[in-house]
Structure formats: structure tokens, C-alpha cells
């Protein structure tokens, strides 16, 4: 099964969150699973792709409007899990939010 | 050294490819490091950040405004890769156009 989202037709938006892991693997990869299954019950959420290598993570995660990004944002477990990742897991990271303009996409016959 | 781009304050322009390859490996690691270095080198460039796992790849860039990334769409040694990319590389890939308008970014003191 392909993993690229199956976004709609632009506009949408983007959550791009770039990251870079501490040593602490207590409780991540449950937190980061568990996160992924909240988002996808959310209003609004239109799809997630996500990809890590040489301690480099993005996950970029596609969503409706800004009022369904502010609500992931501020959903109480997605906060504490924020608030984790900050204290544990991440030594840096950049989230950036954009608006989708434009599209293509290519799948081999 | 962080692998996260430093961009600027937003406004600026992303470009996110998400892909998934073939089993062909003839010459793409090559061309992937030449377009990183070519790309690089594109007036309006700020930035790029990228990683793979389970065949799932995404590459994120990021430019100054839309002509800079259609000058680079159209650079002609680029316009070549992407021609291999569809005819060998790549299964299935999504590009999609943004425009960032907000970034956060944390490290670790």
C-alpha cells in the first residue's frame, strides 16, 4: 500500500515538522504512534506522510484549514505529548505551517 | 552540525516531494547528491531537508518566491533528471507548491 497521501485538490494546508531525536527512547515510539491515530481522527486531517534517517525526521501532515490545525494543536493529549517532546525527545526541531497552491503527482504504469 | 534548514522569517516558498522508488538504483545516487548541489547553488534557495525510510522519501525545499523554484523546475540539467526519475527512479511521487506562513522552531539548550 502506497504511504503518499491521497491528498485532495489544492487549496489545504501543511504542517512540515522537522526533527531531530535526544537518546531518550522511553515512551516515543508509543507517543508518536498514538499521536498519528488522534491526528487522523481529527476534523480536517487530510492525510499524513512521514520518513526518518540518519537522526533526521519529517513528518509532514496534511489538514482543511487553520481552525482544524489550531484544534489538533491544542487537543489536551496532543499538548502533553508537546510538552514530552520538548523535556525528552527532541534536541531541535522547526514546524512551519504552509498553504498547498499547487500539485502533480506521478504513479508508474 | 543540524541537518533542520535555517530559513528566514516567513513569508517563503516550499516545495514538498514525496516519493516512492523503484528497485532501480542505476546512477540515482549520483544524480540525487548532483540536483542537491545544483539546487543549492539556485538564486532563492534557503534551504532543503530530507529523509527516507521503509521506501517512503520526502524531500523538502525551500525558496525564496515561485520564480525561483519554476527557474529550477526548468534548469535543463534538472529537467533531465526528472525525466529519469519518472522513467526510472520512481514509482509513484507527490510534489505539492506551499507558502509558508508560519515557522516555530525549539533546540535544546
Known amino acids: 500500500m502506497s504511504q503518499i497521501a491521497k491528498t485532495p485538490s489544492p487549496p489545504y494546508y501543511v504542517v512540515i515538522f522537522t526533527s531531530e531525536r ?64 520538548v523535556e525528552k525527545w527532541y534536541r531541535a526541531y522547526f514546524l512551519r505551517v504552509a498553504k498547498v497552491e499547487r500539485a502533480y503527482n506521478f504513479e508508474a504504469k
Not at 61 to 84: F, V
Request: charged letters at 30%; hydrophobic letters at 30%; a negative charge.
Open 22 to 85: 535526544t537518546d531518550t527512547e522511553e515512551e516515543y515510539q508509543e507517543t508518536a504512534a498514538r499521536m498519528l491515530e488522534l491526528a487522523a481522527r481529527q476534523p480536517g486531517f487530510l492525510g499524513v506522510e512521514s520518513a526518518r534517517s540518519d537522526g533526521m525526521g519529517i513528518t509532514v501532515s496534511y489538514w482543511k484549514d487553520e481552525t482544524c490545525i489550531r484544534n489538533w494543536k491544542n487537543n489536551m493529549e496532543h499538548r502533553e505529548a508537546q510538552r514530552l517532546g
